[in-house]
């Protein structure tokens, strides 16, 4: 009698997740999850674990979900049938991939191979090669992802399935497109193209316009490029995804500024910048609405001592869901001061100065979309986008602006870590509110030192002060600021998750009783991958 209650428990729970009621889902998944384990059927408890996993990965709770998933697959994969452990080992390996534990990902992709050594190859087999396939893209493994997507097709085309056809062909045209190998890429992008409109796959079709769009561009064939993307638009606006609009609009800026249409690309980029920023906030909000249920769910368990222990956890994921709300407002701050920096040379009818602007600004904002998701970033990279924003910004000055930037060859910039988009806001804190109102020549230096176990980054600026700055910008309009207590802000929070301290030091500089600018010093600690 206890069995049958546990399997209708189980479809119960399996029904409410498939019509998107993962709370009810949940609940019934823990019910049957203490009924199979007062009955000790260690099959059951694995079916209840996985459940709980969708529940929770169907509401963005990775965390939850990996955790549900692997002990799903430890209590399966020691059954007599192994393959009952498929979906968990399946799952784990997509959350793997997306938190960017590529190692691991493949890792679970090729035992969940070795389960289907003994069946022919199928859509199973398929799915495996196209996820390992996305594993080497996201690591930018591209030689690697080649063979893989290369496989799934393979599968497909034997098994005529359709969808993993169009897929495969879209996949490896992404890839090539990735290597810069357009000629390669063209014919298999109007390849899954032509097939995903036969079968009406409309998220495919417009995918590989987009690759078609970049392939164009990289043969420079601009006008055909900007003339597919603006007849497409239409359509990629209708599917209402703000990820696949926001990946347009952003390659349609390239091609209008390829093509020399400064006013193109600059309303573009203002429309792009629109988009991103409500991207970002809506993926923001869900991020911090989960979090909050997943700790409203967690109170259901009853063991105190677990509950304590996720409740930290939680606390952590809260903390670094505010650094990515912080950090995401910093982004369209960021691109409109930016956008106002070069407003006037767009304005100015000097056409090669405003292109030269508006090809670096793109360069920028690309900078700033892959800095968009990572809380840590190389100080390459960190430094390779503030030097293009520094360009950019030296646009304003007559005059010119002097900077000089000195590293220690001490520091591994590849491998030490800071946090990403960090220094930007300090730097433009030094042009726009020190050195822009400075008569005379404007100085800018950036040091980064070695002592010990801290590295020290320094900018110095001979600026007006901030004293100053503020009187002039109490009634200044069109322009924002990021204050300063918003990093502070920032900084709190990264250091409140763990060992890697930063610190951030700001002195008024002054001459004979006169200001002399200000000296902006960060410190932390080696933080190496």
């Known amino acids: 009698m206890a069995q049958i209650q546990l399997d209708e428990l189980l479809e119960q729970a399996k029904n409410a997740y498939e019509r998107n009621d993962n709370d009810t889902a949940e609940t019934l998944g823990l019910e049957a999850l203490q009924l199979a384990t007062s009955l000790s059927n260690v099959l059951s408890q694995g079916h209840a674990h996985?459940?709980?996993?969708?529940?929770?990965?169907?509401?963005?709770?990775?965390?939850?979900?990996?955790?549900?998933?692997?002990?799903?697959?430890?209590?399966?994969?020691?059954?007599?049938?192994?393959?009952?452990?498929?979906?968990?080992?399946?799952?784990?390996?997509?959350?793997?991939?997306?938190?960017?534990?590529?190692?691991?990902?493949?890792?679970?992709?090729?035992?969940?191979?070795?389960?289907?050594?003994?069946e022919p190859p199928g859509m199973q087999h398929a799915q495996l090669y196209?996820?390992?396939?996305?594993?080497?893209?996201?690591?930018?493994?591209?030689?690697?992802?080649?063979?893989?997507?290369?496989?799934?097709?393979?599968?497909?085309?034997?098994?005529?399935?359709?969808?993993?056809?169009?897929?495969s062909l879209r996949n490896m045209a992404s890839v090539l497109t990735s290597m810069k190998k357009p000629h390669d890429a063209l014919p298999l992008a109007e390849q899954s193209k032509n097939l995903a409109?036969?079968?009406?796959?409309?998220?495919?079709?417009?995918?590989?316009?987009?690759?078609?769009?970049?392939?164009?561009?990289q043969l420079g064939h601009h006008t055909e490029a900007l003339e597919i993307l603006l007849e497409h638009l239409p359509q990629v606006e209708a599917l209402k995804q703000l990820e696949d609009l926001d990946?347009?609009?952003?390659?349609?800026?390239?091609?209008?500024?390829?093509?020399?249409?400064?006013?193109?690309?600059?309303?573009?980029?203002?429309?792009?910048?629109?988009?991103?920023?409500?991207?970002?906030?809506?993926?923001?909000?869900?991020?911090?609405?989960?979090?909050?249920?997943?700790f409203e769910t967690e109170k259901k368990e009853k063991q105190i001592q677990a509950l304590e222990l996720n409740k930290r956890k939680l606390e952590q994921e809260y903390t670094q869901a505010e650094l990515a709300s912080l950090k995401s407002r910093m982004n369209p701050h960021f691109i409109f001061?930016?956008?106002n920096?070069?407003?006037?040379?767009?304005?100015?009818?000097?056409?090669?100065?405003?292109?030269?602007?508006?090809?670096?600004?793109?360069?920028?904002?690309?900078?700033?979309?892959?800095?968009?998701?990572k809380q840590w970033v190389s100080l390459k990279?960190?430094?390779?986008?503030?030097?293009?924003?520094?360009?950019?910004?030296?646009?304003?000055?007559?005059?010119?602006?002097?900077?000089?930037?000195?590293?220690?060859?001490?520091?591994d910039l590849e491998q030490l870590q800071i946090p990403g988009m960090l220094l930007q806001p300090l730097v433009e804190n030094a042009i726009k509110h020190g050195l822009s109102h400075l008569e005379g020549e404007k100085r800018l230096r950036i040091t980064i030192a070695e002592n010990d176990d801290k590295v020290s980054i320094a900018i110095d600026d001979n600026g007006i002060g901030r004293?100053?700055?503020?009187?002039?910008?109490?009634?200044?309009?069109?322009?924002?600021?990021?204050?300063?207590?918003?990093?502070?802000?920032?900084?709190?929070?990264?250091?409140?998750?763990?060992?890697?301290?930063?610190?951030?030091?700001?002195?008024?500089?002054?001459?004979?009783?006169?200001?002399?600018?200000?000296?902006?010093?960060?410190?932390?600690?080696?933080?190496?991958?």
Not at 92 to 106: H, K, R, T, V
Not at 347 to 354: C, E, L, N, Q, S
Request: charged share 15%.
């Open 50 to 118: 996985n459940t709980i996993g969708i529940s929770c990965l169907n509401r963005g709770l990775q965390q939850r979900a990996l955790e549900h998933f692997i002990e799903a697959q430890k209590l399966l994969g020691n059954s007599t049938n192994p393959k009952e452990a498929f979906p968990s080992l399946l799952n784990i390996a997509i959350i793997y991939n997306s938190q960017g534990q590529f190692a691991d990902a493949l890792k679970a992709y090729k035992s969940l191979l070795q389960l289907l050594h003994d």
């Open 130 to 167: 196209t996820g390992m396939g996305n594993v080497h893209t996201e690591s930018k493994n591209y030689e690697e992802a080649l063979p893989n997507f290369q496989k799934a097709l393979e599968i497909c085309t034997a098994a005529n399935i359709a969808y993993g056809i169009v897929l």
């Open 197 to 217: 409109k036969e079968q009406g796959f409309t998220q495919l079709y417009l995918g590989n316009i987009h690759s078609i769009a970049d392939c164009y561009l």
């Open 247 to 294: 990946t347009f609009l952003n390659l349609l800026v390239q091609a209008y500024e390829l093509n020399g249409d400064i006013s193109g690309a600059y309303n573009t980029q203002k429309r792009w910048i629109t988009v991103n920023a409500e991207w970002q906030g809506l993926e923001r909000s869900k991020a911090i609405a989960n979090l909050q249920l997943s």
């Open 337 to 339: 001061n930016v956008m």
């Open 341 to 373: 920096s070069i407003q006037s040379l767009v304005y100015t009818g000097d056409k090669y100065r405003a292109v030269e602007a508006i090809g670096l600004f793109a360069d920028v904002m690309r900078g700033t979309l892959h800095h968009s998701g």
């Open 381 to 411: 990279e960190e430094m390779g986008l503030l030097q293009q924003y520094i360009q950019l910004e030296s646009f304003q000055f007559a005059e010119g602006l002097t900077v000089d930037i000195d590293i220690a060859d001490t520091l």
């Open 467 to 529: 004293n100053r700055s503020a009187e002039i910008n109490q009634n200044r309009t069109g322009h924002q600021s990021f204050a300063t207590g918003s990093i502070e802000k920032r900084l709190a929070l990264i250091n409140n998750q763990g060992p890697n301290h930063v610190t951030l030091q700001i002195t008024d500089k002054f001459e004979q009783g006169a200001a002399a600018g200000t000296l902006v010093i960060l410190t932390l600690n080696h933080n190496y991958e």
